[in-house]
């Protein structure tokens, strides 16, 4: 099952890659936001009393980060259109943006873990919590493994 959780997070993920338009932007987060939910309610298993409640803080979530998930998207369009003669200053001003917003991301799915544990209990919160860091670490792979190296030359890559 984590395959296709995979699969479909590298998908998505790489066509929001070279997403230049906010409406590209838009449809590639609201077509992985529809395929997320199915990953996520095949994970996380709140009880029926519980599920109304877990899904109003969920879309809460989401909204959240999908905000972020554009800054992703507008790094990775900066990266691209700088990486192999990327300056010291831009290289530095880029890291960090992209740190600034590893620390966001993070800091969001931490929050959420406590407000889905209020809403419905620990273990449903475990279960968010587990599902949006593998998912989240997952884009993260995917980036750094098809992402040049700054500097390095276009002939370079295969």
């Known amino acids: 099952m984590k395959k296709g959780i995979i699969s479909v997070v590298v998908i998505f993920f790489t ?16 077509a992985f936001g529809i395929e997320k939910i199915a990953i996520v309610n095949n994970f996380v298993k709140p009880s029926p009393e519980q599920k109304e409640a877990f899904l109003k803080v969920y879309n809460e979530y989401e909204l959240k980060r999908k905000k972020l998930g554009e800054t992703r998207i507008k790094l990775l369009n900066q990266y691209a259109n700088q990486w192999e003669n990327m300056t010291n200053e831009q290289a530095d001003t880029w890291m960090k943006d992209v740190m600034a917003l590893s620390i966001k991301q993070d800091k ?51």
Request: aromatic residues 12%.
């Open 15 to 30: 066509m929001g890659v070279f997403a230049q338009t906010s409406n590209e932007i838009d449809l590639i987060q609201a």
């Open 108 to 158: 969001l799915i931490k929050t959420y873990y406590n407000k889905v544990k209020s809403a419905t209990n620990a273990k449903v919160a475990t279960q968010f919590y587990q599902i949006e860091v593998y998912i989240l670490t997952t884009i993260r792979y995917s980036i750094l493994e098809s992402i040049p190296f700054v500097g390095e030359k276009k002939d370079r890559i295969k």
